[in-house]
């Protein structure tokens, strides 16, 4: 990935502000196009991934990444839970979706290219939020041109809504099926007014409304917000509310101007309440190597005006400074929970389907933010995978540099998938710290890292 390839000079320029930065959130792939979910205390963020090798000069996307995080500072990596592979009609393109709970099952919907040509959405369902997911239905729900980027909605009646669209926008009423929607109802052209969703000084179909793509639909108090990229390229973020779920809709403003700093040409709207806060997600080309075709998924917290209507939304390197709770850190955590990283990337074991920290060279780093020890700890375990000696993890609170309370050797384990608890003493270590997992050895990769705990005896 990009942190392995970058040079000392990226890493140089990143280097003043890495500590504190919190954006982009995912830095061991582009990810592209947030789609937050929350369901049982837990945000899933689904992100469309853009690989790091582009084809063609073009939109290179093969599968669909899921994260999660109980405190929106530190987000586990779950893997591709999905390509677009799994519609067996599909022969790419694996663009902007959403997920949804409903009746015990979690639907997504996509949208991808046929292998006969043209737009189409298709609906993937599973039993759990990190998948894996299949075809619902065995074909597309919806085809025609420019049918992309569904978001959905289920409104206090019980009724699901879906949007999608570019350069225009359409709706239809979900059954409760969520496979299917009204035919009676039928497909739903909406009327692109300026007065609906803003002006733009080029036309675009014959209109000047602002709207490009990306719609995300929401409801706050009694008001519906449709938010979207808008204003052709390089889009902005802009929003319209409604009294009613279908519109007629009234133009709100710009939320997000073009990002002109690490920014990309598109940008992708994705909202959500948790624990009380807003935040807006949405995504950059901040990553060393970044651009409009290697994005990167960013969050900001934000409050509505007292009026309902949302703020200027400022684009910056800090994001979510304030936690939304402590991890405890003596439950078992998965080394693919990250706060930021310098170098490291992730996989899937081969043998267990899990997700594993892997391509740890020496002087890289893991920082895990907001971790409360309480009364105190003394010891340290890691669940590790090596072919040979050398390698260490040393534990510094606060920074890179910062105080250091142990290092955990790490022996040999007989295979890089074969894991083997290590253990550590440490000073004695309490209250609310950062985390920092910094890597020590020779030369080349180190060894594989799966999960850690602190114990207190």
Same mark, same amino acid.
């Given at each position: ?273 948790? #624990? @009380? ?7 950059? /080309? =901040?990553? *060393?190597? %970044? &651009? ?82 309480? #009364? @105190? ?7 590790? /995978? =090596?072919? *040979?000696? %050398? &390698? ?66």
């Amino acid at each position: 990935m990009w942190n392995k390839f970058a040079g000392i000079v990226a890493i140089m320029v990143l280097l003043p502000f890495a500590s504190n930065a919190q954006n982009p959130i995912i830095q061991t792939n582009y990810t592209a196009d947030p789609a937050p979910m929350v369901h049982n205390g837990t945000v899933y963020l689904y992100t469309s991934h853009d690989e790091d090798v582009t084809v063609k000069n073009f939109f290179t996307m093969n599968d669909w990444r899921c994260y999660s995080s109980t405190d929106m500072v530190n987000w586990t990596d779950h893997g591709a839970v999905l390509s677009y592979k799994v519609f067996e009609w599909s022969r790419g393109d694996a663009w902007a979706g959403q997920c949804i709970p409903r009746n015990g099952k979690f639907y997504y919907y996509l949208p991808v290219n046929m292998k006969n040509g043209g737009n189409a959405i298709g609906v993937a369902v599973s039993d759990s939020p990190t998948g894996p997911f299949k075809d619902a239905i065995g074909k597309p729900l919806l085809i025609g041109y420019g049918y992309i980027d569904p978001t959905v909605f289920i409104d206090n009646d019980g009724q699901a809504y879906l949007y999608w669209g570019n350069p225009n926008l359409w709706h239809v009423k979900l059954n409760k099926d969520m496979i299917s929607y009204d035919q009676e109802y039928g497909i739903v052209k909406e009327d692109l007014k300026d007065e609906n969703f803003g002006y733009r000084a080029k036309k675009i179909d014959n209109r000047t409304a602002s709207y490009e793509e990306g719609p995300w639909l929401f409801k706050r108090n009694s008001l519906y917000y449709l938010l979207y990229p808008a204003g052709g390229v390089p889009e902005h973020l802009a929003y319209s509310t409604a009294k009613s779920v279908t519109g007629p809709w009234t133009y709100g403003d710009t939320i997000m101007h073009v990002i002109k700093e690490r920014g990309a040409f598109t940008n992708h709207p994705g909202y959500i309440e948790f #624990k @009380g806060k807003s935040y807006l997600f949405y995504h950059n /080309a =901040a990553l *060393s190597g %970044g &651009g409009g075709f290697k994005r990167s998924v960013c969050i900001e917290p934000f409050q509505f005006n007292a009026d309902g209507s949302i703020p200027l939304i400022a684009a910056t390197r800090q994001g979510v400074v304030e936690s939304a709770s402590n991890l405890n850190p003596f439950n078992k955590v998965e080394a693919e929970t990250i706060g930021w990283e310098e170098g490291v990337e992730t996989a899937r074991d081969s043998i267990t389907g899990g997700i594993f920290v892997t391509d740890i060279n020496k002087g890289d780093y893991i920082k895990v933010r907001s971790v409360d020890f309480g #009364k @105190g700890a003394k010891k340290f375990e890691a669940a590790t /995978a =090596a072919i *040979s000696d %050398g &390698g260490s993890i040393e534990i510094h609170l606060d920074s890179s540099t910062g105080t250091l309370i142990g290092t955990c050797d790490v022996k040999q384990t007989g295979g890089m998938l074969k894991w083997v608890v290590q253990s550590c003493k440490t000073q004695k270590v309490s209250g609310l710290h950062d985390v920092y997992f910094v890597f020590k050895g020779g030369g080349g990769n180190l060894f594989n890292f799966d999960w850690w705990k602190f114990t207190n005896n």
